[in-house]
């Protein structure tokens, strides 16, 4: 059957187990096809090709619920759901999500993108269908990865309680990004190693009769100890002991034996955790080659596996992660966690150096933030990397393990702002709204690769909880022209000086006024353009002055509007006694889509052309203010 041809899920179910071979070898060259080109989530997707075949052709969605934990490895299942016509699409400005996406097709039952989500979501699920009285299945397929994630166990302690009919499917490939880490991974690297499953009866049969001599009269015996024998012969048992009924470990490339096994959990009452065993990368030798660099991976040449770099420019990720070695260098003290993101957050270096002072502590920001609060307690220097959208589920460690006991840790956010393609479940634009009213806190962003790096030099002799934030790629050297100025706690920078306005563009967005200075001069509008450096605290003299002079002044973040930035001016201003005129530039009250960064900041109007557009209307509809100054 070719691909293009299949419209839905029922179309996958006439075929023999020989065409869905042939099958999943097409969907895995329109993957590496399609996310050459557009970049995306590629090797967990080459992974789960077959799984999600034997999954749609045992459960019936849309009727079923299918629940993608993360969601990055959704790309089969949407392709075989009545989108492979936009699959071209993928994560392109207008074009599909590279998640799952409940407005996009009936057969994506919950929006995720972050992680560690689906069983609790699934359980939810199943309790709405059974007081609604409904027949239909609820399937989380989560991996290993996202079970280190906190709420799996909330979500298991309540689904092994209750008892609900639930299908949880573990696709087990060992890794996370990175390598998986923890006591579960190794516990589920030692189940791993057991023989695959092929039905419970088979399976004792195959352990115990293999006995040379007794194994016929040892089965009998043991077959009457249930108890012990259970201990003996179930992987898995700490699944088992929990709640669930535990099927595995089983090939994730055997068709005939996962459709056995997921139809056996489909029929069963009560919670059951099927093990699936599967590869990342499969059947792509770049991939297989670089795990980490192909987990989420921009545009590459197919042949090679060659990255098309976009930039030459260092981004603010590498200097970051250059710079914290050098202070592990000079401070002993100084150690650096992440919580699954070695890679993405610039850390590697940093682990090759000091391996000792390293902590990848999984997919679980709330226990990193905290398990630094308890080091930061104890003496030592904690420097926690995050990107800024995985940090908004650690907000309470922030301010109660934390802030509270203003405790020494500094928080760096990477990917702050516009993101680009992952879309609105990954834009960071939250933090300044959600960090900004906690006290004793700092927060500052740089407004390029040179500040940041003083930042966060200076950012330990604060004595307190620090929090940087900075975006993806790098911050376009907004630096070149303007004199390396020491960092003063509350002090912003005045980058431009002008008599008609103040622009206070906070970070990376200062590149971009500078440029809409310049657009505005030739228009006749003298615009000052400040760097604001600090969030908290505010460089309040300097705000005030401008208050005093009566001069309009603009506010730029790439960041959302309500309770950001440009509200914290108007806040102070307020509190001041002024009531300046204030142009808030910045992130509407909605969700922003997908699309490069590029894309994003002209729809915003986040670009140079777009703040000097933006300001000028505003400026000719308040034409007094023109003059004032
Ligand atoms: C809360 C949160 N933190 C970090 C991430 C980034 N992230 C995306 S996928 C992933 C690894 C997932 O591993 P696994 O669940 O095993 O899936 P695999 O890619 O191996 O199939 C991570 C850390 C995330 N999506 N959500």
Redesign the pocket.
Known sequence: MQLDAIRSPGDLRGLTHHELVDLSRQIRERIIEVVSRNGG?L??NL??VELTLALHRVFDSPHDKLIF??G??CYVHKMVTGRIGQFATLRTFGGISGFPKVTESPHDAFDT????TSISAALGMAVARDHQRQGHKVVAV??????T?GMVFEAINHAGHRKSDLVVVL?D?E???SP?VGALSRYLNKIRMEPFYTTPKEYLAHIVKEIPGFGSRLFGILSRIEGSLKYLLTPGVFFEDLGFKYVGPIDGYDFELLERVLAYARDRHGPVLVHVVTE?GRGYRPARDRLPLF??VGPFEITTGEIKKESQHPTCTAVFGKTLVEMGHEDSDLVAIT???KEGTGLSLFAQTFPDRFFDVG?A?QHAVTFAAGMAAGGLRPVVAL?ST?MQ?AVDQIIHDTALMHLPIIFCLDRAGLVGEDGPTHHGVFDIAMLRGVPNLTIMAPKDEYELRRMLKFAPSLNGPVVIRYPRGSCLDADSDTPEEKIVSGRAEVCRQGSHIAILALGSALHHALNAAKLLAAQGVDAMVVNPRFIKPLDVALFEALFRRSMPVVTIEEGILAGGFGSSILETASDLGYSPHVLRIGLPDSFVPQGSQFELRALFGLDAEGISRRVYEWLATHHSLKAAG
């Not at 993108?113 to 560690?116: A, I, K, P, V, Y």
């Not at 989560?142 to 079970?147: E, H, K, Q, R, V």
């Open positions: 989530h090797a967990s992974g789960i934990d993360v990055h490895q993108g972050h992680s560690s989560i991996g290993d990865g996202a079970l994630g696709n490939n890794m996370s990004i998986n990342k987990h989420g919580a699954a993101m997919i920001e990107y995985f589920r």
